[in-house]
T-cell receptor, first 113, second 112 residues
């Protein structure tokens, strides 16, 4: 079955450490996105990629980095420079056509301890 | 820049109809999406509007007015399982980008 997979579902990190969140899709989608969601809040865009080997900063990119070496994969690294990293992280993908919706993974809940 | 506004919370009664409004400001508008999100889960797609008018899909309908920067999601025959957050999202093509920008969401509580 096609879909978008995020792993792990829960992640704990010590303050000052970098951590990478995985996002893989087998839907053959060109575009991929990373969002952050804080309790009771909407989704804020961190980074997005419209095509392989290309990505752009979203509204809250500081303290994060991404890569898009393969169409299927769009990993997000939360660096030690991110001041408040504890949040729910959602990855999404969509086809290249503009009139199509984005599909979401199940999310990774990151807690800094 | 972009700005999307939705009410923070709403309450409705089982079996009733509820309308959730969304207003937006963006220079590169290219479509509006509604998603449903249950607590701790991923958002799921409900509807898409790019032209003015009403799109109906079962108990859910969505309306768009591009000139007013306004949309609403209409939920009919409310069920308890409809208690969730409803997210309005706009596709923004300004600056040669292709971003999907979300509002803060409206938390709907359906009461017996």
């Amino acid at each position: 079955d096609g879909g978008i997979t995020q792993s792990p579902k829960y992640l704990f990190r010590k303050e000052g450490q970098n951590v990478t969140l995985s996002c893989e899709q087998n839907l053959n989608h060109d575009a991929m996105y990373w969002y952050r969601q804080d309790p009771g809040q909407g989704l804020r865009l961190i980074y997005y990629s419209q095509i392989v080997n290309d990505f752009q900063k979203g509204d809250i990119a500081e303290g994060y980095s991404v890569s898009r070496e393969k169409k299927e994969s769009f990993p997000l690294t939360v660096t030690s420079a991110q001041k408040n990293p504890t949040a729910f992280y959602l990855c999404a993908s969509s086809p290249g056509q503009l009139n199509t919706e984005a599909f979401f993974g199940q999310g990774t809940r990151l807690t800094v301890v | 820049g972009q700005n999307i506004d939705q009410p923070t919370e709403m309450t409705a009664t089982e079996g009733a109809i509820v309308q959730i409004n969304c207003t937006y400001q963006t220079s590169g508008f290219n479509g509006l999406f509604w998603y449903q999100q249950h607590a701790g889960e991923a958002p799921t797609f409900l509807s898409y509007n790019v032209l003015d008018g009403l799109e109906e899909k079962g108990r859910f309908s969505s309306f768009l007015s591009r000139s007013k920067g306004y949309s609403y999601l209409l939920l009919k025959e409310l069920q308890m399982k409809d208690s969730a957050s409803y997210l309005c999202a706009v596709r923004d093509l300004s600056g040669a980008t292709n971003k999907l920008i979300f509002g803060t969401g409206t938390l709907l509580a359906v009461q017996p």
